[in-house]
């Protein structure tokens, strides 16, 4: 089966611009996150989708953070204005979903963010 | 709160040498561990859950819910093992499921 998909793999951007992420999930997964990773950190949760609901998203910072899940398939999320601490690996990850069992998440490529 | 520490930044051994990664997490309820492996060049993937209680690629990993650690461990390392291994916990909180993952610990194998 095709894995996680996401585009850009790399962008470069000014600090107080925009940008954007794109990220298409495996086919039928319900269940679709957003990481952040910081070099030398792990993965941070940013936003968890079930379906085109947000599930959770207490640790994105709203004030510059957006993403949403169109029809439950595709997600993009956006960040404006960009500020330098935003650099980082923004990984896209998708799982089936079943209140009583946690699947496995499965991971697309990231897309590496520098922000000058 | 949900935490996991994985005190070793970087680890290095040689080919043929047992290999201890080490996890210890922080939660009040009854967890699920697990270990995702990124090789290099390569998407962050599973590579076990203790429910699952199995060997992957000669990985094993026991949960010790007294010492409330989950160490990742191989008897025989293999220059393939080379690679950035994360352990994870996942825990109800807020009210949703999360994965919380450590900081990483990256294993390089000698020959």
């Known amino acids: 089966e095709a894995g996680v998909a996401q585009s850009p793999r790399y962008k470069i951007i000014e600090k107080r611009q925009s940008v954007a992420f794109w990220c298409n999930p495996i086919?039928?997964?319900?269940?679709l996150y957003w990481y952040q990773q910081i070099l030398g950190q792990g993965p941070k949760l940013l936003i968890q989708?079930?379906?085109?609901?947000?599930?959770?998203d207490s640790q994105l910072p709203k004030d510059r953070f957006s993403a949403e899940r169109l029809k439950g398939v595709d997600s993009t999320l956006k960040i404006q204005p960009a500020k330098l601490e935003d650099s980082a690996v923004y990984l896209c990850a998708s799982s089936d979903y079943d209140r009583f069992v946690s699947y496995e998440q499965y991971f697309g490529p990231g897309t590496r963010l520098t922000v000058t | 709160a949900q935490r996991v520490t994985q005190p070793e930044k970087l680890l290095s051994v040689f080919k043929g040498a047992p290999v201890e990664l080490k996890c210890n997490y922080s939660?009040?309820?009854?967890?699920?561990l697990f270990w995702y492996v990124q090789y290099s060049r390569q998407r962050l993937q599973l590579l076990l859950r203790h429910i699952s209680r199995e060997s992957i690629k000669g990985f094993t990993a026991d949960l010790n819910k007294g010492e409330t650690s989950f160490h990742l461990k191989k008897p025989f390392a293999q220059e393939e093992d080379s690679a950035m291994y994360y352990c994870?916990?996942?825990?109800?909180?807020?009210?949703?499921?999360?994965?919380?993952f450590g900081k990483g610990t990256k294993l390089t194998v000698n020959p």
């Open positions: 989708f079930q379906n085109n609901g947000v599930v959770d």
């Open positions: 939660y009040s309820g009854s967890p699920e």
């Open positions: 086919s039928g997964h319900a269940t």
């Open positions: 994870a916990l996942s825990g109800t909180q807020g009210g949703s499921e999360k994965l919380v």
